[in-house]
């Protein structure tokens, strides 16, 4: 096998859209009796992991009968597989240029910040400007994915260009790498929630410029949603109302 011809790619893909209207029809019969059931499929980028245990908590009281899977992913791919209809929905940067594949829904508002070691030798204020960050020992995400774009445009922005010396795809090993050597790399500042997680560090603001960007749900637009999808806006509708959205990103909506 070396690969489908054009025609072949197509049968693919409308397959892949008669199956997910399939599960969508027997979801949608199990929610009339009030017995949904099945499995959410999200996709998310690796700054969102420390809100979406909040999510899934809320989403597991309210559907106890579905079980959730979760894929960390760029944002790019992340784009594909939804309208691939491999994801059901996905957590990423609003593009308000998109050309109107994907729906969305506002969740929070991300900042970056710079986590560094908690010894000497490194920052001990509250916040830090992008170009004095640039001069640290950086870990950074790989160039490939969107989130390290919007950290290499802040340093440009700054007028610098920042030369990572070690680069990861998890956010996990890039805060190991703070922890234990004597690197600092750039995260959201909603990682404060799991601090404890990597004990020995700080989290600093960075600003000039501050960078602040819309994280949203995805989802495939067509009627009628999805009932997984459904399921889920009608979580977050709840957890917007309680204010808890805005405690969890602690920017705002």
Known sequence: FQGFTTEGLRV??????????????????????????????????????????????????????????????????????????????????????????????????????????????????????WSEAAALPLCLLPGSMEERRVVDSAFAEAGVEAVPRIESDSIVNLAFHVMHGRFVTVMAHHFHHVAGAFPGTRMLRLNSPAIVRQVGLLWVANEPILPMVRALLKTLNQMEANAELLDLAGGGV
């Open 12 to 129: 693919v893909e409308w397959a892949k859209r008669l199956v997910a209207d399939r599960n969508a029809m027997l979801q949608e019969l199990s929610m009339l009796q009030r017995n949904l059931t099945g499995r959410l499929r999200i996709g998310a980028m690796p700054n969102c992991s420390p809100i979406l245990p909040f999510i899934t908590r809320r989403f597991a009281e309210m559907y106890p009968a579905i079980r959730v899977s979760i894929s960390f992913l760029g944002v790019d791919e992340l784009r594909r597989k939804l309208t691939s209809f491999d994801l059901d929905a996905g957590l990423g940067y609003l593009d308000p240029d998109d050309p109107g594949l994907l729906a969305m829904r506002p969740l929070y508002r991300e900042q970056l910040g710079l986590l560094v070691p908690d010894e000497p030798g490194f920052p001990d204020s509250e916040s830090i400007t």
